[in-house]
Every structure is written in structure tokens, then in C-alpha cells.
């Protein structure tokens, strides 16, 4: 970026309407370098103690890896897909003692500080890139709807209210191999905003509604509007809801004092 810029962020997290909570999420910032960043969210499945088990892998080997992770020296998207291949063998190991077979979906973007940013995900939680109140991209579910809508047989809308919605076609903790997406921006500029976020919370909105409360808020308004917006219009069968917003605004440098034409007297 040419001008000076600062990250404001927050997360969100909340049970719903289940009995317990199975997403997680987290906001990383670097202890070595200023201005990188990770935000990850992981939404458990399998039952209460496997799905549970399954979030807990995804966040401790995101943290692991970050933790080691130089921008300077190593490549950030490589590393975002290590940490899905590490956690989703972590999570069938882990398998052998849960109660039930525990899986889960993985979305995570990692912030350089020279600015570019690179993303992953795996399963229905999504990330959204908006800019100045518009959606620019967002990632494309591994689920049986999605496929769907690929070949042209449903609309966007048409999915949201599919009896088939919550079925995927690929997550970690499966049998087979997780499916991996990554995408790179590369170079975030002011008025860009990042949210990652579970099925719980993207369900219940259009990406032109979440792009207008992400600008017109801040992440922390933003994070709170959407989650209880989205338990109301769940109407008593929502979902574990999580999301993490980062916002890309410019650093006001302090105004200098102005000159006086003459000495005071």
C-alpha cells in the first residue's frame, strides 16, 4: 500500500439455538512481526464431544504453524495448506476415541504486513472480500448445493432454502482427503473488509447485506448486528454462529501545527 494503514478487528462467537458449541474462532496476531495476521474459524461436526474435538485440532495446529510462520521467508499459502493437510490428519487420529466421528470445515486468511493477503478454506464456512460496500470474491462451498448451483441447475437463492443444504461434499476428518481452495489478493487497500464466518451466520444473509453492514459498521458493531440479526430470522433453529471482520483503513498521520506568518509579538 502506498499509505500507512491499520487493521481494526473483532470476533464473534455464539451457541444459538444448539445445546452446545462447536465453532471456534480466533484472531492471531504475530509476536515477531507487526502487521501479520491471521484469522481462522473452524466449525466443528459430530456430535458433541467430536465435533468439539475436531475445532480444538483446527485451532491448535493454526496457531503451531503461524506461530513458526515468517513472512519473509516462507510462503504463506503453502502454509495455510499445511495447516488443513496437519489438522485433518490430527482430527482422524483423533477419531479413533471420540464418540463419534468428528469433522470439520476449516476458513482462514493470513495478512502479510507488506499487505498481501492469502486465503484457504475447506467445507461451507466462507470468507468474503468486500471493498468500499460491494463483495469482490468470496469462496465457493464443498457442498452437495454448490455443485448445484455449478452446473446451473439451482440459483444462489435457491440454494440458501435447498432440504439438502447442510450436506458436504468435503471437509477434514473425512475418509478422503479435504478439498483445499486458495485464493490470494494481492495488495489489500483501505475501505477492504475481510469476514470469515460459519454456515450459522452466512445463511441467513445476501452478500449485498453483509457487505452493507461491514462498511457502515465497525467490526465490532458489525460482529454483534450479525449475529443477532441471524438468531432472529433463525427463528428458534439456528445454528452455532462465528465470524471473524478485519477492516483495512488509513493511518491518519497527526496534523502538523500550522505556521505563523509572523513572530508573536
Not at 461436526?45 to 513458526?68: I, W, Y
Amino acid at each position: 500500500m502506498s499509505k500507512a494503514f491499520r487493521l481494526t478487528a473483532s470476533t464473534g462467537i455464539h451457541k444459538g439455538d444448539r445445546d452446545y458449541q462447536q465453532d471456534q474462532v480466533a484472531l492471531l496476531a504475530h509476536q515477531r512481526y507487526n502487521g501479520c495476521v491471521l484469522g481462522v474459524l473452524a466449525d466443528g461436526m459430530g456430535g458433541r464431544s467430536g465435533g468439539r474435538k475436531a475445532s480444538d485440532q483446527v485451532m491448535m495446529t493454526a496457531r503451531q504453524l503461524f506461530e513458526r510462520y515468517s513472512p519473509d521467508h516462507d510462503d504463506a499459502a503453502t502454509v495455510l495448506k499445511n495447516m488443513v493437510q496437519e489438522a485433518h490428519i490430527v482430527i482422524r487420529m483423533t477419531a479413533i476415541s471420540a464418540e463419534q466421528e468428528p469433522h470439520s470445515t476449516i476458513a482462514a486468511f493470513l495478512i502479510n504486513p507488506r499487505g498481501d493477503c492469502h486465503w484457504v478454506h475447506s467445507g461451507d464456512s466462507r470468507i468474503y472480500h468486500f471493498r468500499n460496500g460491494a463483495m469482490v470474491q468470496r469462496t465457493l462451498d464443498h457442498s452437495y448445493v454448490q455443485a448445484l448451483v455449478d452446473r446451473g441447475e439451482i440459483t444462489e437463492a435457491e440454494a440458501n432454502n435447498h432440504p439438502h443444504s447442510n450436506i458436504l461434499v468435503g471437509c477434514l476428518g473425512a475418509e478422503s482427503d479435504p478439498p483445499i481452495a486458495t485464493h490470494l489478493i494481492s495488495q489489500l487497500q483501505p475501505g477492504d473488509v475481510l469476514m470469515a464466518c460459519s454456515d450459522g451466520v452466512w445463511h441467513y444473509f445476501s452478500p449485498a447485506e453483509l457487505a452493507s453492514v461491514v462498511e457502515s459498521l465497525t467490526p465490532r458493531e458489525a460482529t454483534e448486528f450479525l449475529i443477532d440479526k441471524a438468531r432472529g430470522r433463525a427463528r428458534g433453529g439456528g445454528d452455532n454462529l462465528s465470524l471473524v471482520i478485519v477492516k483495512i483503513e488509513v493511518l491518519e498521520e497527526p496534523k502538523k501545527p500550522l505556521s505563523m506568518p509572523f513572530p508573536p509579538r
